[in-house]
T-cell receptor
Framework: KAGVTQTPRYLIKTRGQQVTLSCSPI?????VSWYQQTPGQGLQFLFE???????NKGNFPGRFSGRQFSNSRSEMNVSTLELGDSALYLC??????????????FGPGTRLTVL | TQLLEQSPQFLSIQEGENLTVYCNSS?????LQWYRQEPGEGPVLLVT?????EVKKLKRLTFQFGDARKDSSLHITAAQPGDTGLYLC????????????FGAGTTVTVRA
């Protein structure tokens, strides 16, 4: 089975621009979560989508948004980029089984640099 | 402020030595997961513990979940250079909660 794929792997943008990152989950997985990883804050939860609906949201400003398509692929968008948005953005997919814990499989991430 | 506190932040040991990484919180978690992350890659799940007092072994790695489900430890026996990486603990406050809270991580370096 192919793993979680994220595109692009690297991205350089300037302040004020916007960016869209893409995540394709493992086949059969319907839940996609997004995380931001920085040296100072570590891994922080952004949001989770399941069946095209946002099910959970972290404490990030409204400039961070996402969506999920009917094929479970997900995109996240960051508008009006700030220097502090430079980070590794990770996507994780899972089956979201009811009634228990579920394994989240991470992609390799998209390294975003804001200049 | 991290919900999960990991210690130590950095650990450098010689091949063959043992090491322990700790993950502590004042909150109770329904489950706790350990991941290992290598540079340029996403975290890879090592284990999930769900029962207070649970101990799981994965070859040379031993994971323990505290009785009160607030803390966990990862012990590596006879560490090898291939064990080098960033070890992360992550907790789910409730069952069916996919909003994982991560510790800041412990960078482990095993010297040959």
């Amino acid at each position: 089975k192919a793993g979680v794929t994220q595109t692009p792997r690297y991205l350089i943008k300037t302040r004020g621009q916007q960016v869209t990152l893409s995540c394709s989950p493992i086949s059969g997985h319907r839940s996609v979560s997004w995380y931001q990883q920085t040296p100072g804050q570590g891994l922080q939860f952004l949001f989770e989508y399941f069946s095209e609906t946002q099910r959970n949201k972290g404490n990030f400003p409204g400039r961070f948004s996402g969506r999920q398509f009917s094929n479970s692929r997900s995109e996240m968008n960051v508008s009006t980029l700030e220097l502090g948005d430079s980070a590794l953005y990770l996507c994780a997919s899972s089956t979201r089984l009811a009634g228990g814990t579920d394994t989240q499989y991470f992609g390799p991430g998209t390294r975003l640099t804001v200049l | 402020t991290q919900l999960l506190e990991q210690s130590p932040q950095f650990l450098s040991i010689q091949e063959g030595e043992n090491l322990t990484v700790y993950c502590n919180s004042s909150s109770v978690f329904s489950s706790l997961q350990w991941y290992r992350q290598e540079p340029g890659e996403g975290p890879v799940l090592l284990v999930t513990v769900v029962t207070g007092g649970e101990v799981k072994k994965l070859k040379r790695l031993t994971f323990q979940f505290g009785d009160a489900r607030k803390d966990s430890s990862l012990h590596i026996t006879a560490a090898q250079p291939g064990d080098t990486g960033l070890y992360l603990c992550a907790g789910a406050p409730q069952i069916n909660d996919y909003k994982l809270s991560f510790g800041a991580g412990t960078t482990v370096t095993v010297r040959a």
